[in-house]
């Protein structure tokens, strides 16, 4: 059975930093992609940030580039912003998928809240 379950979220001001885990479970791609992606109050879930686990690489939506760093089953966010307030959602699915889209994604985390006040 497959299981992928956030940590880390919590309540920070703005210029702090938070590290959110994704324990995953059940998972048995050789070629696996995680990703995170965000709901703000009222919005649709975005893009955030990918990692390949083949290829060692990195993605980042524009908006957290610099301040997010994604690897391993972890996202480490520094320099947090109000803006960044959301639920933060971690994913699974293949590395031949760009990483940028829900539908790349097979598994899906219930999600943690992230909320930075100023």
């Known amino acids: 059975q497959v299981q992928l379950v956030e940590s880390g979220g919590g309540m920070v001001q703005a210029g702090d930093s938070l590290r959110l885990s994704c324990a995953v479970s059940?998972?048995?791609?050789?070629?696996?992609?995680m990703g995170w992606f965000r709901q703000a109050p009222g919005k649709a879930r975005e893009f955030v940030a990918t990692?390949?686990w083949s290829a060692r690489s990195t993605s980042y939506a524009d908006s957290v580039k610099g301040r997010f760093t994604a690897g391993g089953y972890d996202l480490q966010m520094d320099s947090l912003k109000v803006d960044d307030t959301a639920v933060y959602y971690c994913?699974?699915?293949?590395?031949?998928?760009?990483?940028?889209?829900?539908?790349?994604?097979?598994?899906w985390g219930q999600g943690t809240q992230v909320t930075v006040s100023s």
């Open positions: 059940g998972v048995t791609f050789s070629n696996l992609r």
């Open positions: 990692f390949s």
């Open positions: 994913a699974a699915g293949r590395s031949y998928n760009s990483g940028h889209y829900e539908l790349d994604y097979d598994y």
